[in-house]
């Protein structure tokens, strides 16, 4: 069984901040880390591999200090690392890097065939959670988003089935591989580093492909030249001015205390009240 975890490196979404006049983010001074994600998707791959055997392969697209995040996989269990770096891929938005990650894992696919390919939910540095469904639809894959659980595996019968979190509840899916599973927040637990693995990764050698041994057969869709999006203007949320209303109540009667809440809000939202009887009614 093979199995591809893409990653990204990204600036740590704690220390980013915005500059008030460009209205760009400044990421000087902020330390890269990997996407954090990515993380349960990686684990849950080499969970896979625990049971079933076979190889994981780190994939990463970025610029040549993304290697640090590839190793970082490394010392975690990875088999390979392959890091995807060229200017060319400079300025690249979701339809452009999932075009160029597709190629890698087809490159890929030429030295081993490819089971699995693993995503995280989103990155926390655009938050658009389309490069997963992109890759997938690039090469045809079957799409499993927002998985919370791999119930079963079958690598000889070539199936899988997961729980996935959806509106109203939990889908039970099972689909033919290979596939690609973009899994959701805290759905495991990270397994710790050994030293000796550390070790390792610091010596591993990380695969450093341009866009030729990529295999980029169309260069205008790729870095800007492939990204139709256009962001306008970054800012932070604006803190909000109001402070939490402190209510003193008699609390012998929890009747007494919903009705006076309910009566604050709909006196603060006078059109709720409404809305919510049609609502019912519908």
């Excluded at 049971?51 to 269990?77: D, N």
């Excluded at 869709?221 to 008699?250: N, Q, Y």
């Excluded at 309910?262 to 009240?273: C, D, M, S, W, Y």
Aim: some cysteine; aromatic content about 4%.
């Amino acid at each position: 069984m093979h199995i591809v975890v893409c990653i990204k490196q990204v600036p740590d979404s704690a220390q980013i901040r915005v500059h008030p006049v460009t209205n760009t983010i400044m990421r000087q001074g902020v330390p890269a880390i990997v996407n954090p994600y990515d993380l349960f998707s990686l684990e849950e791959a080499l969970r896979l591999k625990d049971r079933f055997g076979g190889k994981v392969t780190a994939l990463c697209m970025g610029p040549p200090q993304a290697e640090e995040a590839l190793r970082k996989c490394i010392s975690y269990g990875a088999d390979d690392a392959v890091l995807v770096t060229d200017r060319a891929f400079a300025g690249a938005d979701t339809l452009a890097t999932s075009y160029a990650l597709a190629a890698a894992v087809r490159k890929l696919g030429e030295e081993q065939a490819v089971d699995m390919v693993f995503t995280g939910k989103q990155t926390i540095d655009g938050d658009t959670a389309q490069v997963g469904p992109g890759i997938a639809k690039r090469m045809g894959l079957q799409l499993l988003t927002y998985v919370s659980r791999i119930v079963e595996c079958d690598p000889v019968g070539r199936t899988i089935t997961v729980e996935r979190r959806a509106e109203g509840g939990v889908q039970v899916l099972r689909t033919a591989l290979p596939c690609l599973i973009t899994m959701l927040e805290n759905t495991n637990e990270l397994r710790f580093a050994s030293m000796p693995s550390m070790i390792h990764a610091a010596g591993h050698p990380v695969r450093k492909w341009n866009k030729d041994e990529a295999g980029i057969e169309d260069v205008s869709k790729i870095g800007l030249k492939g990204s139709p999006t256009v962001v306008s203007k970054v800012f932070g949320p604006t803190p909000r001015s109001e402070k939490a209303e402190m209510l003193e109540l008699d609390i012998s009667s929890l009747r007494d205390v919903s009705l006076n809440l309910l009566g604050k809000i709909f006196t603060r939202h006078p059109t709720l009240e409404a809305d919510l009887l049609m609502k019912e009614a519908s």
